[in-house]
């Protein structure tokens, strides 16, 4: 018994002259006879069980004369054009295609009944091809998962009809960001040193002349980074995630205040014989060939400055912090010198005014503490050094720090740009390794199914919101990664499993796998160097908005409304929630919460949470 389409009798049209097609391409030099046997091969795969056995068994030895013509070949072949989805496919690819669901009589089948089964099954010879197309619930997780779905027979006919459509976007998206991601790492890697590989800080010493002009050894804590990079000051100083910068920090901010009140109760200690003097409190002036002069500033008062704005008295009195920067210049030395006594005959003390200023300013550490050090000892601790100061309340730390761009207003931190830029920097390679592996697999496949633009929105988004609630709950301790895009990027897989819920065939076990894949990740998120809060944050934006962009099935009206209040809901509820996250962040700036260092790393030692609790520190040593 022959197939109606493979006609007794029937010659092909324009013999071997006739070109033959292939994938709906025209390619011409192709044996017809070969082709047609290949053509009911196709055929044949389209019946259903014993239709496919009976038919292979009866085509299998027609002769030329009953295999059907090149003309019926070419009309079965576009007859699907009339239907829109195969049009629709026919003009994305550029040339006309046949329909890429299998057809076995009456019924559509979405996958495989077979245990195991984690994709449809293959579509026939001669389609488009499915390589690198997306459906939806398929695709990477998919197959690490072992997921399986419900037959399409099942479904009702609308579903099948929303099934049908492949998705197979191009990865514009994950392949810009992973770019952008490997050349950043290059830049910092070639600009700042890597630092000591570990996980608690590593004591540096040194011996050197000190600027009280003695050899000490000295030493300071160099932060380490496991991850095979920089260390932390360096990552802020190219635009981690760090409050300080970000915003002008009350506690930050009324700490300088503090250490302001301090330095006013300093003096300056000056050597006998005047080739050396420092700023610091008469408890730290301890030489026996040294003497302390109080309320003095090394270098600085008004009998040294000739500089006409500053010649008002008035200016120089009250708290050292509103004094003129005004240093004694050397051309004004031998002046200075033969100085007696003021108008009023008062004996002037200039000894402050003649010394060597052997210490100045020095902005260390990953906060800016200031602190009365050497230029040598400064270098040292890799710290900038400010030689034409001589006070720390004449330079801005912060402003050293931060780097970039600097600020539009002295002392008012404004770089609210490092909310977005530290999803595109890393710690090291390691994080480097991790991130583009991700990106390369699930962000891809997540990609060629919900497009760029919605791939981007929600990593964006997830971003973002990870790192402002890093910035609020953990404010002082430097960030960078896109590990809040990257559990962002977790949560749409979440939603995706919910709202297609009923074509898996147990969607229970389904959304179990995932969530226990998120909550070995959150696990390991408690180890130090890793925000746990980042990835909450993210996953929560994540989660919502991809609610409102994904694509989805509507399994009925009723459905589709309920979805679309859902996606209005989360919309609002996104806007509302990072609208809530910059009000706390710059206006309220709440961060107190004693019990969230369990969130982000569980102190098993007293040190391996360090760098996890990072708190305000003292800002001058002198």
Wanted: hydrophobic residues 40%; contains cysteine; proline residues 4%.
């Amino acid at each position: 018994m022959s197939h109606p389409y493979y006609r007794a009798g029937e010659e092909d049209e324009g013999g071997e002259a006739m070109a033959g097609f292939q994938g709906g391409r025209r390619s011409t030099g192709v044996n017809s006879n070969r082709w047609q046997q290949k053509y009911q091969t196709m055929r044949a795969k389209k019946l259903k069980g014993d239709v496919v056995e009976r038919n292979n068994s009866e085509t299998g030895n027609l002769s030329r004369g009953q295999r059907p013509g090149a003309f019926t070949m070419m009309r079965d072949f576009y007859k699907g054009y009339t239907d829109p989805e195969t049009r629709a496919a026919t003009l994305k690819h550029g040339r006309p295609v046949q329909s890429t669901t299998r057809k076995f009589g009456d019924n559509e089948f979405f996958g495989s009944d077979k245990p195991g089964a984690a994709k449809r099954d293959a579509t026939m010879e001669g389609d488009i091809h499915t390589d690198g197309e997306r459906n939806i619930g398929e695709g990477f997780m998919a197959d690490i998962l072992d997921r399986e779905f419900v037959t399409m027979s099942k479904l009702p006919v609308e579903v099948r009809k929303q099934l049908r459509v492949k998705f197979d976007n191009r990865p514009y998206f994950t392949s810009w960001v992973m770019f952008v991601n490997i050349v950043i790492v290059i830049i910092t890697l070639a600009t700042q040193s890597i630092a000591p590989v570990g996980f608690v800080d590593k004591l540096v010493t040194r011996q050197l002349l000190r600027h009280n002009l003695a050899y000490e050894t000295i030493g300071y804590n160099q932060t380490t980074n496991f991850w095979i990079g920089p260390d932390y000051q360096s990552l802020i100083h190219l635009g981690a995630k760090y409050s300080p910068c970000m915003r002008k920090d009350k506690e930050y901010f009324e700490k300088i205040e503090d250490d302001i009140a301090v330095e006013d109760g300093t003096g300056c200690c000056i050597r006998e014989d005047l080739n050396a003097c420092w700023q610091t409190k008469q408890s730290q002036c301890t030489s026996s060939f040294a003497k302390f002069k109080e309320n003095k500033v090394c270098g600085l008062g008004k009998h040294g400055c000739y500089n006409e704005a500053y010649s008002n008295e008035s200016l120089w009195e009250g708290a050292y912090s509103t004094w003129p920067n005004c240093p004694v210049e050397e051309e004004h030395r031998a002046e200075i010198s033969a100085l007696d006594k003021d108008k009023n005959g008062v004996k002037i003390e200039k000894d402050h005014l003649l010394c060597e200023v052997s210490a100045r300013p020095c902005c260390i550490g990953l906060q800016g503490e200031c602190t009365i050090v050497s230029q040598e000892e400064c270098s040292f601790r890799k710290g900038f050094f400010h030689e034409n100061a001589t006070l720390c309340s004449q330079v801005s730390c912060i402003t050293d720090v931060c780097g970039l761009s600097g600020f539009l207003f002295d002392n008012v931190p404004d770089q609210f740009y490092r909310a977005l830029l530290p999803t595109f920097m890393h710690a090291g390679i390691i994080h480097l390794a991790i991130t583009l592996v991700f990106q390369a697999t699930i962000l891809r496949d997540m990609e060629k199914f919900a497009g760029w633009w919605r791939i981007g929105f929600i990593y964006f988004a997830s971003g973002i919101g990870g790192t402002m609630l890093s910035a609020i709950l953990i404010p002082y301790q430097p960030e960078v990664g896109a590990s809040g895009a990257l559990y962002g990027i977790l949560a749409s897989l979440i939603v995706e499993v919910v709202v297609n819920w009923k074509i898996y065939k147990s969607p229970f076990l389904e959304l179990a796998k995932l969530l226990l894949l998120l909550a070995l990740l959150f696990l390991v998120g408690l180890l130090p160097w890793i925000d746990n809060y980042a990835h909450i944050g993210g996953f929560l934006f994540g989660f919502l908005t991809s609610f409102v962009v994904l694509p989805h099935v509507n399994f009925s009206e009723e459905d589709r409304i309920a979805k679309l209040v859902v996606q209005i809901a989360c919309g609002v509820l996104s806007v509302v929630l990072f609208a809530l996250l910059f009000i706390v962040f710059y206006l309220a700036q709440g961060s107190t919460c004693e019990n969230c260092i369990y969130i982000n790393c569980i102190p098993f030692t007293d040190s391996f949470c360090q760098d996890s609790t990072m708190e305000l520190r003292p800002r001058i040593g002198v």
